[in-house]
């Protein structure tokens, strides 16, 4: 084990605390209750649909909304790995230090200017088509709503705790409910209903693929769009205007690799699962595919193929219209999405 081990997830630690005493606050009412659910079950061990003490998660919620009073001001604390200390976004020179006793650390800005924080145990370190793509397992230190993957540069970091917690939630939400489409088939696939436990944990398996392959059509899409993209993002471009441009990055990412690859691969439960989360904006972006029948993704290559291969042209076009908008122009696209989307 690294020396001073405690004091690094200490940092770590206090810097996903200060983020989100800062930010938080800025979820909807029910976002922010299924996140401190979630992390309260996360800190206190407990496994996905385990019950839950209702008084004892209370009284966790307001010690941590107490801590989080006394720590919003405060300057993110430096980073100490093996007797040096690091500004907490050194990510690569902090990494360099880690990976090599097996662990591995992220630090980021996501949506809306979140600063994001992470520790875990490094599981895989692998090199793909000029990404570094670094795989964590069980984490040390998080902050409240784990992001399950993320693309800094040309390093992609996967979390399998945060892809477990996430896959868990898609799956409760639907056991609510039970309503039929490509969530239900693509859970079936996993034989969810046999073993719920076995299911989650091939889903993993099986997503943790596919987060490699968005990240690595992120990549690609980035190198295609340059630093101008990043730089308007970083901006601090209005809320729906930056979710039309994360969307329509996305689908660009995907059609480029992650559904072409899912459909050479005959990888159905996975097409099955993008095509259940779908929603939001990026679903209002690209109706056809939101409409393709989900229960024809195993028989209806052909089709799908042409439909990935038409949203890689369309929303490279989108996004280079995006780019060459003032901000202005893009706050009113996002306002009307049907003149961008393929329908």
């Not at 079950?41 to 941590?64: K, Q, S, T």
């Not at 793509?133 to 998080?142: F, I, K, N």
Request: hydrophobic share 50%; with cysteine; glycine share 8%.
């Amino acid at each position: 084990m690294i020396p001073d081990f405690d004091r690094l997830v200490a940092a770590v630690q206090k810097n996903c605390h200060i983020s989100d005493a800062r930010h938080a606050r800025g979820m909807t009412l029910c976002t922010y209750l299924l996140e401190m659910r979630e992390f309260y079950r996360w800190e206190a061990g407990i496994a996905p649909g385990a019950p839950l003490e209702r008084a004892a998660v209370g009284a966790w919620l307001n010690a941590r909304e107490a801590l989080w009073e006394t720590l919003e001001a405060e300057d993110f604390a430096p980073v100490p790995v093996a007797g040096r200390e690091y500004a907490p976004f050194e990510v690569a020179a902090i990494n360099q230090a880690l990976v090599p006793h097996g662990l591995v650390y992220g630090a980021g800005i996501g949506r809306f200017g979140k600063p994001h924080f992470f520790l875990g145990e490094l599981e895989r370190h692998e090199v793909r088509d000029g990404l570094t793509v670094l795989v964590s397992g069980c984490e040390h230190a998080r902050d409240l709503g784990a992001l399950p993957a993320a693309l800094q540069g040309d390093t992609a970091f996967v979390r399998r705790a945060a892809m477990r917690q996430w896959l868990w939630e898609k799956a409760e939400a639907w056991m609510m409910k039970r309503t039929p489409g490509p969530l239900a088939l693509a859970l079936a696939a996993h034989g969810f209903e046999d073993d719920a436990e076995a299911a989650l944990s091939r889903m993993v398996d099986a997503e943790t693929e596919t987060a490699i392959l968005h990240e690595r059509g992120e990549h690609t899409a980035g190198r295609l769009l340059g630093a101008a993209w990043e730089e308007r993002l970083a901006s601090g471009c209005p809320r729906r205007a930056e979710i039309l441009m994360r969307a329509v990055r996305d689908h660009l990412a995907d059609s480029l690799v992650t559904l072409p690859t899912l459909l050479e691969r005959e990888a159905w439960p996975s097409l099955l699962f993008w095509l259940a989360n779908l929603d939001g904006m990026r679903r209002e972006l690209w109706p056809a595919l939101a409409n393709f029948e989900a229960t024809k993704v195993g028989a209806g290559g052909t089709a799908l193929a042409e439909m990935i291969r038409q949203g890689a042209e369309h929303f490279e076009r989108v996004a280079r219209r995006l780019l060459a908008a003032d901000e202005q122009a893009v706050a009113a696209l996002s306002h009307d999405v049907a003149a961008l989307a393929l329908a």
